[in-house]
């Protein structure tokens, strides 16, 4: 999930409980065209499967020492040289088509299968965080690197070091059954999740800029993200908006400096800019309708004057907006821009709003997530699935893959049960994955990959 990103649940209870009635309607309207194993799949397909499951367990310890890897050596976006090095070495070691250098550092992989069938994408992101590690396991990070121009810690505070072994398994897990594969997998490692270095581009927007999702081009992709606060194994997820839109709100608010004793001689731009914030908030409670998707407007930074007795000439204020809906993104950017002018003009001050889009809203595909769904609740049995799971406010860049093709996008649980009320959350300096879950995202991968490869939708089904 993206920097800025500290995962905020909705909590509107009424509002879910309405989606969820909805959603599993959906779902049964769907029970046509769900991936059933009795139905649609094959002998051949069944015995993959138990291939799976024994693959998944005698890989486990492999797992693992990858994991613990990763996490003592983790690297900042666009500059996982040595992640990127292993996930390389290890593909072409399992004899798949591997290019290397995307988008900077990102490595991509082409498994093709034995058989004919179809073209899927696996994507998982590598890239670590400024964060200095305070969780005490024996392979904690020590690593300190520069960043934006300060010296930082660096630690896997977001599991991406989960995600980049969970996907090297299920990579060499696929190329021993390749002989009985039908169709071709393509492993997307992904730099830069969490944005780029200022100044460089990166990430998921630049590896399709580059081409990631051409020659070939994937039908489908599937991706996961591991959540502190799910209990270990359990998966969760939801058709539709899941994850929200980010844009980078910056502002500045044009006054006049006069002295602290006589207001009248300036004009205050701290005073102004404290009712631009007020105004801001009147936004999502007043001006848009909250029954149709929920939004934030967040002002995280404010700095304005550098001493008491002294109104500044100005105040420079950062924040953060959440939506999930297109439409509604671009009101919000227009409310808050006509807003903060208006009610900063009212006392004679300016403001100058920029507002830089960053992700879009992580949107699963409504029939890919349903016919789907049988697979999640059999690998992880169906006690074990969140459906619907609450939409998060967090971000997360798999969207992009999402805006080209069909994607689904699922939470793995990593708290142990007894730590769930008081587990960090992800993007904390005490961050922590209860190791057990991570084989449950290989067999999901996994078990996904193989059953949409040996059922593929049809090409009408596949619509977004």
Partial sequence: MNPHHILLRSTSFVRNMVLTKSIWGMVAIWGL??????????????????????????????????????????????????????????????????????????????????????????RADMDALPVSEQVDVPFASKVRTEYNGQTVGVMHACGHDAHVSILMSVAEILADMKQNLPGTVKFIFQPAEEGPPEGEEGGAELMIKQGVLDNPKPE??????????????????????????????????????????????????????????????????RQVDVTKEPSIITVGSIHGGVRNNIIPDSVEMTGTIRTYDDGMQTSIHERIKRTSEMIAGASGASANVFIRKQYPSTVNDDRLTAYMSPTLKRVAGEENIIFPCAKLTGAEDFSFYQRKIPGLFFFLGVTPKAQLASAASNHSPLFYIDEPALITGVRALANLTVDYLSAPMKAETAKK
Avoid: C
């Fill in 33 to 122: 065209t769900t991936l059933d194993s009795t139905a649609l799949l094959g002998q051949s397909t069944e015995k993959l499967r138990t291939e799976i499951d024994k693959k998944a367990s005698a890989i486990e310890p492999k797992l693992l020492q990858w994991r613990r890897d990763l996490h003592q050596n983790p690297e900042l976006g666009n500059r996982e040289k040595r992640t990127s090095q292993i996930v390389a070495e290890h593909l072409k070691k399992l004899g798949m088509e591997v290019q290397t250098g995307v988008a900077y550092t990102g490595v991509v992989g082409i498994l093709k299968g034995g058989k004919p069938g179809p073209i899927i994408a696996l």
């Fill in 220 to 285: 489908v992709i599937f991706g996961l993200h591991v959540m502190a606060g799910t209990e270990t194994g359990k998966i969760t997820f939801r058709p539709g908006p899941t994850m929200a839109a980010v844009d980078y709100l910056k502002m500045v608010i044009k006054g006049r400096q006069t002295h602290g004793a006589k207001p009248w001689g300036g004009i205050d731009p701290i005073v102004a800019a404290s009712q631009v914030i007020m105004g801001l908030q009147t936004i999502e409670s």
